[in-house]
């Protein structure tokens, strides 16, 4: 598997464990750990890990479909 793969799977992961966090903040926070933690399990050891979270989704109005996008570089 390539490198690209598993970080995107990564980003995946990280993403769908901040999805039922209970505000932003959370949900960043649970994204960056789950991101460092998938990348240690895969043996992937990484000197500096960036994750961004887009955490609009917070924000979006009742009824609709959020989401919560995660990059891991």
Known sequence: ???S???SG???IAARDASIA???DSADR???SSA???LA???LHCTNIEVKVDTSGFNA???TNPSIHVDVY
């Open 36 to 38: 460092k933690q998938a």
């Open 10 to 12: 990564v980003a995946g």
């Open 1 to 3: 598997m390539l490198g």
């Open 22 to 24: 209970r505000s932003a």
């Open 61 to 63: 109005a009742p009824d």
């Open 5 to 7: 793969d598993r970080i």
């Open 41 to 43: 399990s895969d043996n």
């Open 30 to 32: 649970i994204a960056t």
